[in-house]
């Protein structure tokens, strides 16, 4: 069985920081990414990373803001949020798959956590 768990939401005043985790387990993961999601809006692409080379991809809304990186021992990425703002607010889920492919190509990633809500007060 593979499985993503996110922890790390939770609620900060804008300009506060949080970092999220996701541990994946059950496959090798070539690719692991988070999307977010706003009631009301689409899911969007955040931050992807290609776990052999680290290789990364960061939306423009969140660039020089969030970092995302990996731990390939642990099978587990973390997307690290500064300078949060009240538009970050959305519910963050993690993403992965077993081959290569688009970073933020919802449709390429087999295997979906559950997510993780962030809210950012102003």
């Known amino acids: 069985q593979v499985q993503l768990v996110e922890s790390g939401g939770g609620s900060v005043q804008a300009g506060g920081s949080l970092r999220l985790t996701c541990a994946g387990s059950g496959s090798t993961f070539e690719r692991m990414a988070w999307f977010r999601q706003a009631p009301g809006k689409e899911r969007e692409g955040v931050a992807g990373i290609f776990t052999g080379t680290g290789t990364t991809a960061i939306a423009d809304s969140v660039k020089g803001r969030f970092t995302i990186s990996r731990d390939n021992a642990k099978k587990t990425t973390f997307l690290q949020m500064t300078s949060l703002k009240p538009e970050d607010t959305a519910k963050y889920y993690c993403?992965?798959?077993?081959?290569?492919?688009?970073?933020?190509?919802?449709?390429?990633?087999?295997?979906w956590g559950q997510g993780t809500q962030v809210t950012v007060s102003s």
């Open positions: 993403a992965a798959d077993a081959y290569g492919g688009g970073l933020f190509r919802e449709a390429e990633y087999s295997w």
